[in-house]
């Protein structure tokens, strides 16, 4: 039972290029979200999703697009990295059963 | 909007001393609020979640207390060890289905041996 994993650890992006954050989760939970952590901003929420099919955005949701095809998989694209993209991104899961969240270990990403 | 603060930002104690880090929220209107622990460069681990009809929860040494009448929540960690050295955050979930956390920004803890 790996929980929640992310990939890659590290990340370095030229402004405009696109990439993809990938998460995985082997815990059959429903609720998936991606949060990137900033200094002196503290952890903000960029899209969460309820199940396979649906998606929604949270607090910081521009320049990201998300998809959920499957239950286990939830990644997040960047389609044009920008500088002000230069982040710590996790992502987090949530079963019905349970009100607590778990956090993967985070991608450390990088724009110049 | 809610918002969420956490007081002092860093906090330095001597080894097994008693301590007590503040979270303090601005709509009492939640589901749920966590204690999370953040060691450098990795992820966040629950420590203790508190429903909205509850007072308080324990675990081990943590325990953690929610008054909504006044906005507070406070983490309670007795006899102190070097290796509660980390970051510590708490989080609102403001219920109605959405599973949204609202962070506060985090008490940086150091217990010195």
């Known amino acids: 039972n790996a929980g929640v994993t992310q990939t890659p650890k590290f990340q370095v992006l030229k402004t405009g290029q696109s990439m993809t954050l990938q998460c995985a989760q082997d815990m059959n939970h429903e609720y998936m979200s991606w949060y990137r952590q900033d200094p002196g901003m503290g952890l903000r929420l960029i899209h969460y999703?309820?199940?396979?099919?649906?998606?929604d955005q949270g607090e910081v949701p521009n320049g990201y697009n998300v998809s959920r095809s499957t239950t286990e998989d939830f990644p997040l694209r960047l389609l044009s990295a920008a500088p002000s993209q230069t982040s710590v991104y996790f992502c987090?899961?949530?079963?019905?059963?349970?009100?607590?969240?778990?956090f993967g270990p985070g991608t450390r990403l990088t724009v110049l | 909007k809610q918002e969420v603060t956490q007081i002092p930002a860093a906090l330095s104690v001597p080894e097994g001393e008693n301590l007590v880090l503040n979270c303090s929220f601005t709509?009492?209107?939640?589901?749920?609020l966590q204690w999370f622990r953040q060691d450098p460069g990795k992820g966040l681990t629950s420590l203790l979640l508190?429903?909205?009809?509850?007072r308080e929860q324990t675990s081990g040494r943590l325990n953690a207390s929610l008054d909504k009448s006044s906005g507070r929540s406070t983490l309670y960690i007795a006899a102190s060890q070097p290796g509660d050295s980390a970051t510590y955050l708490c989080a609102l979930d403001r219920g109605a289905g959405s599973y949204q956390l609202t962070f506060g920004k985090g008490t940086k803890l150091s217990v010195i041996p």
């Open positions: 987090a899961t949530l079963g019905r059963s349970t009100d607590t969240q778990y």
């Open positions: 999703s309820v199940g396979a099919g649906i998606t």
């Open positions: 709509d009492s209107a939640i589901y749920n």
């Open positions: 508190i429903q909205s009809s509850q």
